[in-house]
């Protein structure tokens, strides 16, 4: 099984600031998802990368694939309160991908 | 509502009860998945189906049954399990084989507590 980690594990910060988290692994995936999950409820997925170097945004989320498919950041801008919840990063394996590995997450608190 | 929804939310049971989790999904996906969830760490995948088929699993104990009847319903039977089985279980669904795994929305979890 090819592990994932997430930094940092925690990060509290005021609203308005703009922040960055990291996934990381020594193997290549196929693809990589970033999910956030709230308390009580399931992740939801907020973007897939799928080539080496991909960028992606949404709205004020910015999604970088690592050129070598093994790590990826997620950088927020002007963090609001809603933003807080756990993000997590998962990885694709498996013939057809269809096997995924997810990080331990990193736990955000956006204060109003 | 992401189109994945599972009964019951909540669940106690005692060590040599047997009960059930049951997953639906509503988004015509072919490939259907349960994992677990426990505090501190990460979730972890326990079952693939792949149109009614199991093509993963990742050495979960047998006192876990999955069954796939169809591409729309997963249901996960329980039996004597332990306290240290307590945790939020997820379901989850993809497109599948031939429309790509990429995409995995998740129902909002039972949480299960084994006394």
């Known amino acids: 099984t090819q592990l994932l980690e997430q930094s940092p594990q925690f990060l509290s910060i005021q609203e308005g600031e703009n922040l960055t988290v990291y996934c990381n692994s020594s193997?290549?995936?196929?693809?990589l998802q970033w999910y956030r999950q709230e308390p009580g409820e399931g992740p939801v997925l907020l973007v897939t990368v799928v080539t080496g170097g991909e960028v992606k945004k949404l709205k004020r989320l910015t999604f970088q694939f690592g050129d070598a498919r093994k790590d990826s950041s997620l950088h927020i801008t002007a963090a609001q309160p809603g933003d807080t919840g756990l993000y997590l990063c998962a990885g694709a394996q498996g013939n057809y991908g269809q096997n995924f590995v997810f990080g331990p997450g990193t736990r955000l608190s956006v204060l109003p | 509502e992401t189109g994945v929804t599972q009964t019951p939310r909540h669940l106690v049971m005692g060590m040599t009860n047997k009960k059930s989790l049951k997953c639906e999904q509503h988004?015509?996906?072919?490939?259907m998945y349960w994992y677990k969830q426990s505090a501190k760490k990460p979730l972890e995948l326990m079952f693939v189906?792949?149109?009614?088929?199991?093509?993963e699993n990742n050495s979960v104990p047998s006192r876990f049954s999955p069954e796939c009847p169809n591409s729309s319903h997963l249901f996960l039977h329980l039996h004597t399990l332990q306290p240290e089985d307590s945790a939020l279980y997820l379901c989850?669904?993809?497109?599948?084989?031939?429309?790509?795994?990429?995409?995995?929305?998740f129902g909002p979890g039972t949480r299960l507590t084994v006394t």
């Open positions: 988004l015509g996906h072919n490939a």
């Open positions: 193997s290549v995936f196929s693809s």
């Open positions: 989850a669904s993809s497109p599948g084989q031939g429309k790509g795994y990429y995409e995995q929305y």
């Open positions: 189906y792949s149109l009614e088929e199991r093509v």
